[in-house]
């Protein structure tokens, strides 16, 4: 199995705060990875660091064995890297259907003066655009709500819409951050087929998550950090029983506690 | 699909066809009102591009209108251009300003970048005021513009000015329906709405507003070339701040992003207080007061965008 994304070091401060510090870890092609760690621990960093939001200011994020070390965000997405949010961040005006099509962005190939004029072949893509969109509506449930607004809808189905616009686009790796969060329980259940249908349609994923339920049971690879620092990393038994690992989620006595890192 | 936009266009359509018509009902006062109401109809089209569309609080946007009416002044009185070849100078020597503008503040935030584009404004109009190269001719700008003529006709009267504008207008009118409809146009409603999110889509927001801002200028500079023509004279007072106040305040008006809102607040501007003429100095007075309602009591403005079309 190859490295399709491997962190060498990485860290970055704000202000006095070093919020992640030398983290390493690698995801391999195809696999389902999961960063934990307690609330405040720097999961949604990373994220940000790897998707470009943030420049790190210590060590390396390798692509295929090649730096993409500080590119811009829509760079990292040209290369196949889609994220979704914790805090989900679908376009407020728009509707499920406008929300997901937008995930077709670096799939059009249409330029801008072709849509001005509104030629023939662009209209043929856009054509295309939308029964493209309609198809990834059906398989991810939401073609009874395409015509809603996007941000009018549960919690749950919010979430799946972020997930199809990502999924649109074809990435390599996907990046979730908190898919189960407001999930209810039976959206939670389903959630682990949906993480391992969008593995099984050849797509690597990187998910930060707290519902042990969803990460013991679909990970391949468990990245555990805290205050910024990796403390533990391995499969879901490996890391079930480590002891670093209980202590940074249930706490130690006192102030033992800053040993923890 | 696009049922809720169609109607609309087709009835935007035909109203533009019946249009062309009324120089055979009116006046000539009111051929050369309608006319005027067509230019500034594409500047705040214009306007609309970058403050509506892509979200930019332009502030400075007559200076494009003004690029376009000086280089078509210029090239006709200075250097004998015919005035349809100053055209494509105006359209693209207005889009290159704005795009070369752009270029430097356009990562600037809302309000920041409103006071730099107040900025280019005053510098644009000291300098034509200071007769910049000796061919701005000054304050008092450049008179005695020629007309345009078109394989051999010359589009001189109000009725054939009236419909070499209002063709163009419905020109600009196809192209902004199109941007509704192509990748431009909605990756520039993803950056306006949440650039982050847009950008991790894989947007680039840099080039894409850059885009909007030289788009948004070379139409304007379109403009510019009709309003020369029109009145057939050029000066700094008709290109100053107040009237890149004035087409700001008719797309947030109208509504941001909606072809028939700014179309209305265009009316609401130039063609309504022609009606009440012997009121017209109370211009700013009635449009400043519909600017406060509008804001309290409608703040997405007067008609505003269709949601959710497809």
């Keep these: 199995?190859?490295?399709?994304?491997?962190?060498?070091?990485?860290?970055?401060?704000?202000?006095?705060?070093?919020?992640?510090?030398?983290?390493?870890?690698?995801?391999?092609e195809g696999q389902?990875?999961?960063?934990?760690?307690?609330?405040?621990?720097?999961?949604?960093?990373?994220?940000?660091?790897?998707?470009?939001?943030?420049?790190?200011?210590?060590?390396?994020?390798?692509?295929?064995?090649?730096?993409?070390?500080?590119?811009?965000?829509?760079?990292?997405?040209?290369?196949g890297i889609m994220r979704t949010f914790q805090t989900i961040r679908l376009f407020s005006d728009m509707s499920v259907f406008e929300n997901v099509r937008a995930g077709c962005h670096l799939r059009t190939r249409?330029?801008?003066?072709?849509?001005?004029?509104?030629?023939?072949?662009?209209?043929?893509?856009?054509?295309?655009?939308?029964?493209?969109?309609?198809?990834?509506?059906?398989?991810?449930?939401?073609?009874?709500?395409?015509?809603?607004?996007?941000?009018?809808?549960?919690?749950?189905?919010?979430?799946?819409?972020?997930?199809?616009?990502?999924?649109?686009?074809?990435?390599?790796?996907?990046?979730?951050?908190?898919?189960?969060?407001?999930l209810n329980d039976r959206e939670s259940a389903k959630l682990n087929e949906t993480i391992f249908g969008i593995r099984d349609s050849g797509i690597t994923v990187l998910l930060v998550e707290h519902d042990m339920n969803v990460?013991?049971?679909?990970?391949?690879?468990?990245?555990?950090?805290?205050?910024g620092r990796k403390i533990a990393e391995g499969n879901a038994a490996t890391i079930r029983n480590n002891q670093q690992v209980i202590e940074a989620y249930l706490g130690r006595d006192d102030d033992e506690t800053e040993e923890a890192a | 699909m696009m049922r809720r936009t169609l109607p609309t266009a087709a009835i935007g359509a035909v109203l533009w066809a019946g249009c062309l018509a009324l120089p055979i009902f009116l006046d000539s006062a009111w051929i050369s009102i309608a006319a005027i109401f067509a230019i500034y109809a594409i500047v705040a089209l214009s306007q609309d591009v970058v403050l509506g569309r892509a979200g930019l609080y332009d502030m400075g946007h007559a200076v494009y209108f003004g690029i376009g009416a000086y280089a078509t002044a210029v090239?006709?009185?200075g250097f004998g251009w015919p005035i349809l070849a100053t055209l494509p100078v105006a359209i693209v020597g207005a889009a290159l300003v704005g795009a070369v503008f752009a270029a430097p503040i356009i990562r600037l935030r809302g309000d920041y970048l409103l006071v730099a584009t107040i900025g280019l404004n005053a510098i644009f109009v000291l300098a034509m005021r200071n007769d910049l190269g000796g061919l701005t001719g000054g304050s008092d700008g450049i008179p005695g513009l020629g007309v345009p003529s078109l394989f051999g006709l010359q589009i001189e009267s109000q009725s054939a000015l009236f419909w070499f504008?209002?063709?163009?207008l419905g020109v600009v009118l196809l192209v902004m329906r199109n941007l509704d409809r192509c990748e431009l146009g909605r990756a520039l409603r993803y950056l306006k709405q949440d650039q982050l999110a847009a950008s991790t889509l894989g947007v680039d927001a840099r080039r894409t507003?850059?885009?909007?801002?030289?788009?948004?200028?070379?139409l304007a500079g379109l403009a510019g070339t009709l309003f020369a023509v029109q009145i057939s004279t050029v000066s700094p007072s008709s290109f100053v701040f107040t009237e890149s106040v004035t087409l700001f305040?008719?797309?947030?008006?109208?509504?941001?992003?909606?072809?028939p809102g700014v179309l209305l607040g265009t009316a609401l501007m130039f063609v309504v207080p022609q009606i009440f003429r012997e009121f017209a100095q109370y211009r700013y007075f009635i449009f400043g007061i519909a600017m406060i309602a509008v804001m309290v009591l409608r703040p997405q403005g007067l008609w505003p965008r269709a949601r959710l079309a497809r």
């Design chain 1, 1 to 28: 199995m190859s490295a399709l994304l491997e962190l060498a070091g990485i860290g970055i401060s704000f202000g006095g705060l070093r919020a992640v510090d030398d983290l390493s870890f690698t995801v391999g």
């Design chain 1, 32 to 79: 389902i990875v999961a960063l934990i760690g307690p609330n405040g621990a720097g999961k949604t960093t990373v994220f940000n660091m790897i998707t470009g939001v943030y420049r790190p200011n210590g060590g390396k994020i390798l692509w295929y064995n090649h730096d993409i070390t500080g590119f811009a965000p829509h760079r990292i997405a040209r290369l």
């Design chain 1, 110 to 182: 249409q330029h801008w003066w072709q849509g001005l004029a509104g030629l023939p072949s662009q209209r043929r893509e856009e054509a295309e655009i939308a029964d493209r969109t309609s198809d990834i509506l059906k398989r991810l449930d939401l073609e009874t709500v395409a015509d809603e607004r996007a941000i009018a809808l549960p919690y749950g189905v919010q979430r799946r819409v972020e997930l199809a616009r990502t999924l649109i686009a074809n990435p390599k790796l996907v990046i979730l951050d908190e898919p189960a969060a407001g």
């Design chain 1, 215 to 227: 990460v013991m049971n679909v990970t391949d690879h468990i990245v555990v950090i805290n205050f």
């Design chain 2, 75 to 77: 090239l006709n009185v």
């Design chain 2, 165 to 168: 504008d209002w063709v163009l």
């Design chain 2, 209 to 218: 507003k850059i885009l909007a801002f030289a788009l948004g200028a070379g």
């Design chain 2, 249 to 259: 305040a008719i797309v947030i008006v109208g509504g941001q992003g909606s072809i």
